[in-house]
Nanobody
Framework: QVQLVESGGGLVQAGGSLRLACAAS????????MGWFRQAPGKERELVAAISRSGGPTYYPDSMKGRFTGSRDNAKNTVYLQMNSLKPEDTAVYYC???????????????????WGQGTQVTVSS
């Protein structure tokens, strides 16, 4: 089992940047593929970035490419989300998630993840 705690959210002006971090408990962090999702009020949870166990292969939906970068540091049990050129429509609660299915390299859907953090609010003002 793993526990996830996000940090780094806050209020930022449009065009600004934020870096989110998600710290994981436990000694087997590298055994989990990771994901960043976001959920705005009244909308479904959507994938921002999927990160493989090694941090090498990553996946971004087309709408996230170019402004969002997911990475991980397995020595620090931490996964990151760098967000640049933020827009008001990026306002949402951002969640990190961990998946443990051995047959899966990364997952694009929430159902593919087993553990979730509590979320961190990101608000982008215009």
């Amino acid at each position: 089992q793993v526990q996830l705690v996000e940090s780094g959210g806050g209020l930022v002006q449009a065009g600004g940047s934020l870096r989110l971090a998600c710290a994981a408990s436990g000694r087997t962090f590298s055994a989990y593929y990771m994901g960043w999702f976001r959920q705005a009020p009244g909308k479904e949870r959507e994938l921002v970035a999927a990160i493989s166990r090694s941090g090498g292969p990553t996946y971004y939906p087309d709408s996230m490419k170019g402004r969002f970068t997911g990475s991980r540091d397995n020595a620090k049990n931490t996964v990151y989300l760098q967000m640049n050129s933020l827009k008001p429509e990026d306002t949402a609660v951002y969640y990190c998630a961990a998946g443990s299915r051995t047959s899966t390299v990364m997952s694009r859907t929430p159902a593919g993840y087993d553990y979730w953090g509590q979320g961190t609010q990101v608000t982008v003002s215009s």
